[in-house]
């Protein structure tokens, strides 16, 4: 596609930056700084730049870059233009809308990778739109746009996820090792590979897998955090909890995390409610962190997934005070109409409540009848399982032998494993 710039220099700098923000590798922002500085009228640059500041969560700059490249984009050719706007609604939140623009910018110009990209991913505007179809959606979406892709290696990645996530394991599995080939230090094909394997069952796999990919991965890139996340979840699942808390105390955890707040918030409070359903006490002081965090992090609520793993912290460390307010303005927005995932997202904060008083009663009560519909809050199967395995442990805990097999007999596409204390 054709790039407004008269500038050799820009324009490849641009390449790079572009390559490096969808590789989740470090230098995105620089490179866009770079054919900004050959450039300084590069819209698509500015552009660019916007949506790396705002995937690092620095907003403000993020708004400001948004404002200079539309100002830039005002006289470029047509598909310029809305690729400024389009991702100019992303970085503005403005996910309804910048999902309808996307989708009819594609139908045209389906390979501008870099308005596709926002849409894919179990944390894009699909993946957040809170419909209980979103994962079916957004393979048709990849799946209409792979005749124009061929093998690139960003799209297989993002292919293969979307299958993954909805149980095309092995096929997930040859589009990844596909991409990998092709791109072996893209961060986002690592991911999506520990998740085949993850959904596999080949928990020692992913750790070996990890644990060498990670070798010469900075710690201050963007996917860090939560690969290391990966990590630990690998190791809950062969029985190695030394090294699933030397992975969260060094590279999950707050203060320690170099990721954006979506995951540390969403990966701290994942690993240490999976890490006490596998039978391994957690430290107080873990959970009055990732409250705090949570607390200072999202004060208001809005973004269903952190919501969700917010309730998840108040509930573990204690505070009924936070979790009484934060499950109240969920079901506020709810009938409002402002919480696109519905009512689940209060049942699941009322929920994690239950399990943390040891009302296992009245944990299985409600989460039972929702089980088929946390898929709206967001989020990948993986870290999903986390809703899963508490319901399996409440049935264990009250000696429902028949319902936790019925449980666990339901994943008839995913071999994923279940390290909770008891497991039948």
């Known amino acids: 596609m054709a790039v407004s710039t008269s500038s050799a220099a820009a324009r490849a700098a641009y390449v790079d930056g572009v390559d490096l923000l969808l590789a989740v590798w470090p230098g995105a922002e620089e490179a866009f700084g770079r054919a900004l500085a050959a450039d300084p009228r590069f819209a698509l640059a500015e552009a660019g730049r916007a949506r790396t500041l705002q995937l690092l969560a620095r907003m403000d700059e993020a708004r400001a870059a948004v404002t200079r490249a539309r100002e830039l984009a005002e006289s470029l050719p047509r598909r310029e233009r809305r690729h400024v706007e389009i991702l100019g609604l992303v970085v503005e939140g403005q996910g309804t809308a910048a999902l309808e623009a996307a989708q009819a910018h594609l139908h045209e110009f389906p390979r ?24 079916p959606e957004m393979l048709a979406l990849l799946d209409r746009m792979s005749t124009h892709y061929g093998d690139d290696w960003w799209f297989g990645m993002a292919h293969a996820f979307a299958q993954c996530e909805t149980g095309q394991r092995e096929t997930a599995r040859k589009t990844i090792d596909r991409s990998m080939a092709a791109h072996p230090r893209n961060a986002h094909g690592a991911h999506v590979r520990a998740h085949v394997l993850y959904e596999s069952g080949e928990d020692a796999a992913g750790l070996a897998y990890l644990d060498e990919w990670l070798r010469d991965y900075p710690a201050g890139a963007q996917l860090h955090c939560h690969l290391t996340w990966h990590v630990a979840i690998f190791s809950l699942g062969v029985g190695r909890l030394d090294r699933a808390w030397q992975a969260y105390t060094s590279g999950v955890a707050p203060g320690v995390s170099w990721g954006p707040p979506v995951n540390t918030l969403t990966d701290s409070a994942s690993f240490l409610w999976r890490a006490e359903l596998a039978g391994a006490p957690v430290d107080a002081s873990h959970w009055s962190a990732v409250r705090d965090y949570a607390a200072r992090t999202f004060p208001t609520p809005g973004v269903i997934f952190c919501d969700v793993h917010a309730a ?39 929920a994690f409540g239950a399990f943390a008083r040891g009302n296992w009663e009245a944990t299985i009560a409600i989460l039972a009848p929702v089980l088929d519909q946390h898929v709206r809050i967001g989020g990948s199967r993986a870290q999903r399982d986390l ?29 994923p494993s279940s390290p909770v204390a008891g497991t039948l």
Do not use: K, N, W
């Open 387 to 415: 809703v899963e395995l508490t319901l399996l442990a409440a049935y264990l805990q009250t000696g429902r032998a028949d319902e936790a097999r019925a449980l666990l007999a339901r994943r008839h596409d995913r071999r």
């Open 312 to 350: 998840v912290a108040h509930a573990a460390s204690g505070d009924t005070v936070a979790l009484e307010g934060l499950t109240q303005a969920l079901r506020e927005a709810d009938h409002a109409g402002r919480l696109a995932a519905g009512p689940v997202v209060p049942a699941l904060a009322d």
């Open 112 to 135: 501008d990778a870099m308005v596709l990209a926002p849409c894919t991913g179990v944390f894009g505007l699909i993946g957040f739109s809170g419909r209980q179809g979103r994962e």
